[in-house]
């Protein structure tokens, strides 16, 4: 008797891998998992999506404390305080638009060039 192989080997895609965990948490959806699947991809197929690290309120918060503590010369002491990079609190400054009035701020991109 001869094994057949696979033409490829196909990993989960994000869809599998949602319904693997969600099986574990809620193990009595079990028995329409694969009809929800289908509904899954039928709804998003198609489409490419990012999964941030953080829910956007998360991130909005931490653009509130930066722009809250930031006094146009502390960067390192607002990125020590809050654990996150200076490369962050610039990122967040600049995103913001209150980088543009900053001098020091000024300074270091004009470097980086």
Partial sequence: MSETTPL???EPDLVDRI???LLTEIPD???QADKLKRAVRAEFKGDRYYIADKPATVRQHQVSQVLSLFDGRNA???A???GIG???VYRILKQ???AKNVPVF???TQRQR
Avoid: K
């Fill in 80 to 82: 020590r305080r809050l």
């Fill in 106 to 108: 000024l300074e270091m």
């Fill in 86 to 88: 200076r490369s962050t």
């Fill in 29 to 31: 959806i079990a028995d």
């Fill in 96 to 98: 913001s638009g209150t």
């Fill in 19 to 21: 319904f693997e965990y």
């Fill in 76 to 78: 390192t002491e607002v």
């Fill in 8 to 10: 490829f080997d196909a």
